[in-house]
């Protein structure tokens, strides 16, 4: 494949975005689906079939019989799951800004360069990730508490302090792909982020919500079937646990990668739009 051509596109194309989203999906599916399988599906997949298998073993008690039996010991370990599979999807990110950024350069993504420049970010890409993380959870927190004390007045100021924590998070959403082709820190690629998003939020969160709407009806759909199946058998059973741990593994996969090559291609895109930068710059940094 040819490197795309440099110069300076006239503005953000959510279109555009779309089509190189999947077409590198496409190129090197096989490349994609290794770091992928190794950072998120295979963590998920070990995480899902525990919890199904969990709850299958309670039978027809349900959460009943999950109070009833070690709550402490399941909310811990699910905590900690949740958090190593909170930092391995950082680490699969990280990696798939390389894979991405090489394929647009007509390169084929070596898996063991992108998971060693996804190591190298690791530290950054952490901080990065809590940060936006404890933004949405405390404008969220906020939210509450002045629905709590105000009733429905209280409720809007949290919404609307809320929505302004969620904009923030928006305009830092090219910090990590920052992290890896530019090797900032933390706040040097907040900052930069923020830079290369303004006047293209709006854009940006239309290509998201899109994503979004699309992993939600795929995710609804597979609950439904998967609910529907349970209801009928009345509960759980062995290899139901193994085909909704399979099922919700790979929705969750499929998802997490169309994301965050989404996230890297929107990067190129911006550093095109605003710059003028082409890919073949981008790719230089690593030579």
Do not use: H
Request: glycine residues 12%; aromatic residues 10%.
């Amino acid at each position: 494949m040819a490197s795309i051509a440099s110069g300076r596109l006239e503005k953000f194309s959510i279109g555009r975005v779309f089509s190189n989203t999947f077409s590198v999906i496409g190129r090197s599916f096989g490349s994609l689906a290794m770091i992928v399988g190794l950072f998120t599906a295979l963590p998920a997949l070990i995480y899902n079939f525990w919890n199904f298998s969990r709850i299958a073993s309670f039978g027809a008690g349900g959460a009943a019989g999950l109070e009833q039996a070690a709550l402490a010991n399941y909310g811990i370990t699910s905590m900690i799951a949740a958090l190593v599979i909170f930092v391995l999807a950082l680490l699969a990110q990280a990696a798939l800004v390389r894979a991405t950024v090489e394929d647009l350069n007509g390169k084929r993504p070596a898996i063991g360069d992108c998971i060693q420049v996804a190591l190298r970010s690791f530290l950054p890409a952490i901080g990065i990730g809590i940060i936006a993380f404890f933004a949405i959870v405390v404008a969220g927190g906020v939210m509450a508490l002045f629905g709590s004390l105000i009733p429905f007045l209280g409720w809007l100021i949290g919404l609307a302090i809320f929505i302004a924590a969620a904009i923030w998070v928006l305009s830092i959403s090219v910090a990590l792909p920052v992290v890896v082709q530019e090797k900032q820190g933390v706040f040097g690629s907040i900052a930069r982020s923020r830079a290369l998003t303004k006047g293209s939020r709006w854009s940006i969160f239309g290509l998201f919500l899109a994503i979004g709407i699309i992993a939600m009806v795929i995710q609804v759909g597979f609950s439904l079937i998967f609910g529907l199946s349970v209801a009928s058998a009345g509960g759980i059973s062995p290899v139901g646990a193994v085909v909704g741990a399979v099922g919700s593994s790979l929705v969750s996969s499929i998802f997490s990668t169309v994301f965050s090559v989404a996230i890297a291609v929107t990067y190129v895109e911006l550093r095109r739009v605003k710059e003028g930068t082409s890919v073949d710059e981008l790719a230089e940094i690593f030579s």
